[in-house]
């Protein structure tokens, strides 16, 4: 329990990390994750580097539509030109893996750039709409320009080497995952605390007033989709390096949902929330495909009444947690700490 | 070109774009009063024409009464779902609202798995399969049976909300819910309302795109696309959601008539989303909608 | 809170089954069925047709007197899905054989199972991918690529009418796309002319320009690839009102029972290739079998799609293989089961097909079947036509 918690001056009062408690845990947590390739199996690894994968793009999404409040339905679309771009960069190109994933991220985030012009022009709905129409544009384009994209034939990736060290296995892949989640996680926690960030939280709360005091608009939202973008291409890159293989059906508007559904069930405009969304949806499903094993194996004509049920289970989930949790997981890890922070005199 | 394939691609593209207009009704109708884009619109669609196909199939009832059967099922669906559903979420953030529709839309598409099979099933026949032939164009049943339901269905809200008193109190509720409260209108009757109104373009739509295509349980698919035509025609404008149907419909016949060679098929689909880009450059709240004018 | 908790709770309760990796040493097949998502209606009647071979081999003493394991997971028809269920699978029950929910998760696992996995493998789908020995010896498909398929009703058609006018009509996904590069070339070959290719989405409510297109070209045959029902059936009709002549044929996918209801009286217009024998052909010993166990053990059922009858084809083979790869040295591995795939030949399978020999992974055969508006059903109109 932290008493005396007071701060002297304003770099203190931003330390992320900011109670040796904090600290150790977190510590704690990091030795679990080194552990954790060496006691779980192919089908846990192969999860866990996929969760690293939703962690990287729930964050661009979150920073777009979280912390600035624009609203993105094309998420996906960026997710798949950044995987498109590596894909044939390593194989078109020869480029080596490790400077494909930056250029994917960096055509990405052009590819934002371009996109976030509308949101100059428009709010809200009207936003979601140009973002839902540029997703299927560049659905378009994946499988109609064969030249690059080899259509819907795919693209097959060789595996990540550094000199004669291939990465093949998921535990291999993992370590890369691991890095660039670190990377990802730790930029963005900054960026929130930074000029940028407070500039982000301004429009998203009122963009009119935002820009009376000085903050230019039209830089700071392109900046946002700019940096949104290059974290989806990232995870797209990364993604399908770890699949070695890229088609276009990869990229279908349900990803964009996904995402949004981590976002918005983790927590809109946190960081961790995203961490807990990436978690919550990439797991949940998984854990109702076994539970719906382990009910098949005792009843197993029941097959076509219990699989569909877990689309009903997974959708009310969703429904519940927004209609009795709104802001999210975050919202709720948050009111655990504090509940643990005053106890026991929680009152 | 040949002038008489460009006049009948035209008015098959007029009599699709009533079918679009018809769906975009359902949206745009809830989205006037609750300012709420409802995303579950296609799995609405989708139960209509099931609840309709097993009025037909299994009761065995002349085609008018299963229609009733459904509009009254639609009404139902309405007004057990916004208290239940989107009440709850008065004030929360769009988009969080949008991801409950989502939800919303998954619950529903498990539970028509359930009840029915995942098979495809054809529609029995309920209207004459003879087209219309004008003098200088054909036009195939269902695609005309679709635009006469669109053209009615339009119509019917217009009249509802020009003269009704339901109506009016819906308008007004659109336009500045306080003041509505305070003039007695009961808010949450006019939700629910709104919802029911949608419902019911929605599973006209599904009837009309289950003669066409034959249904099944994933055939909301088409609903996105429909957004084109409401940010062409305005999210709150329902003269708005038939004409911006129509422009789509041509539009999009257009792009498979002269474009779709170019590029090797595909052109017809995607043109919506580009006339969505262009529309939001130039016009931004579509032909009809409402114009909001900040100034700073 | 107790959200949180009950979620803690159940993620420790299921890595339990997880961390055991279980080295079973009778045969075990796992597969990945679209038991939900487009395919549902395939999925379904595969995996019922899956479970329906293993009982009735396992009542005929399995394999050598081992009993066949048999176990399946719903891929969703979404690829992160289908890969995450097939680790899974394999992870909990290290199978030799497995089966996979589409063309897209074969594409993407094909490289790990040659490498890592080395297990015997189909899938739901027809691609040639599925279908090089030189490239994959795992992957295999009990059926003609779409390729063959493709060729088969161009054989036929240019027996029928030399020369004539070829669409191809087909869908903007993988599946659509897949045999029309090798379409093209089998056109050519036949002294066949294409002289037009419309493209539609799967659900395409409005296919005017497409038909007029067709109409304008004075195509005498449209070949559909990549559709299920609709809008095969919107296009069928639409081309009447349009005065569109042509005659309408498709592949493996949409030659089953639904089209032919979609159709109505339109029914006799439709022509179709596939590959098995169908539910409604009684006098076919293995469709006689197939009913009579049906019968027995799902009363309510009264029809088995050829979706059943690919997956039942696929497991006969699976339970063949492992049949055969048990006498060789070193027992039932996937690298034995990919030599006794080679190994089939001429085997018998009671009319389901013509006797079976296993060619480039892939069995290359064929029978046209026409809609029959009155009966409700397919009439073959052709014997089985082989693809060389």
Sequence with gaps: ?347 | MDISILIQVIVAGLATGGIYGLIALGFVLIYKATSVLNLAMGEFMTLGAFICFTALTMIHVPFWIAFAITIVFAIVLGIVIEPLILRPMIGEPIISVIMVTIGLGAILRGLMYMIWDPTYRAFPQIFSPKPLKLGFAVVPSGLLWGFIFAVITTIVFILIFKFSRTGVAMRATANDQQAALSMGVSVKRVFALSWSFGAIAAVIGGIVIGNISGINIYMGDIGLAVLSVIILGGLDSIEGAILGGFIVGILQNLAGLYIDPLVGGGAKDVAPFFIVLIILMIRPYGLFGKVIIERV | MKKLGLFILSFILCLGPFSIAMAQKSPTICAVHPFTGRFAFAGIEGSAAMQDVVDMANEGGGVNGKKIQYYWADGEYKDDVGIAAFKRLYAQYNPQIMFGQSTGMTKALGPEIKSRYKVLYSAYTMTSEAANPKENPYLFIAAPTYTEQFGVLLKYIAKEKPGANIAFFYSDTEFGREPIVAGREICKKMGLNLVAEEVSQVGGVDITTQVLDMKGKKVDYCIFQGFVSNPIAAVIKQSKDYGLNAKFMGTFWSTELQLLRELGPLADEYTGVTAYSFYFQEDVPMVKKIREWTQKKYPKVEYRSQSYMENYMTTLLFVECFKRADKMAGGITGDNLTKALQSIKNFDVGGLMPPVSIKSNSIPVGRVYRGNSKTVRFDPISDWIRME
């Excluded at chain 1, 994917?104 to 590819?111: C, I, K, P, T």
């Design chain 1, 1 to 347: 329990m932290r008493c005396g918690d007071y701060k002297e001056n304003y770099i203190k009062d931003e330390e992320i990390f900011q109670s040796r408690f904090v600290k150790f845990w977190l510590a704690l947590f990091f030795i679990f994750l080194i552990v954790f390739p060496f006691i779980a199996n192919a089908y846990m690894l192969y999860i866990a580097n996929m969760i690293g994968f939703a962690v990287i793009g729930a964050i661009g999404l979150n920073l777009l539509t979280g912390f600035t409040g624009q609203i993105s339905l094309g998420h996906a679309a960026f997710i798949g030109v950044g995987a498109y771009t590596s894909a044939i960069l390593i194989t078109k190109y020869g480029v080596s893996f490790w400077l494909s994933i930056p250029l994917a991220g960096l055509v990405s985030a052009l590819a934002g750039l371009v996109i976030g012009i509308p949101s100059l022009r428009v709010k809200g709905l009207y936003l979601c709409i140009a973002t839902l129409a540029a997703q299927f544009i560049f659905g378009f384009v994946f499988v109609h320009w064969e030249s690059m994209t080899k259509g819907i034939t795919g693209i097959h990736i060789p595996p990540p080497r550094i000199g004669s060290l291939q990465f093949v296995t998921e535990k291999d892949f993992y370590w890369i995952t691991i890095v660039f989640v670190v990377l990802g996680v730790g930029y963005a926690r900054n960026l929130v605390r930074s000029k940028m960030g407070r500039a982000f939280v301004a429009i998203r709360d009122r963009d009119l007033a935002a820009e009376i005091m000085g903050i230019n608009l039209f830089r700071y939202k392109l900046t946002a989709f700019a940096i949104s973008s290059f974290y989806a291409g990232v995870s797209g890159a990364l993604w399908v390096s770890f699949l070695k293989v890229v088609i276009p059906e990869h990229f279908p508007f349900m990803l964009c949902i996904q995402y949004l559904a981590m976002v918005i069930v983790g927590g809109l405009g946190s960081v961790i929330g995203s961490i807990f969304g990436a978690v919550f949806m990439t797991l949940v499903p998984e854990l109702l495909n076994v539970l719906s094993d382990m009910v098949k194996s005792y009843a197993p004509g029941m097959g076509k009444l219990i699989i569909p049920f877990k689309q009903v289970v997974f959708g009310f989930l969703i429904v519940s947690f927004l209609i009795f949790e709104p802001r999210g997981l975050a919202e709720i890890w948050n009111r655990i700490k504090k509940f643990f922070t005053l106890w026991p005199f929680s009152y």
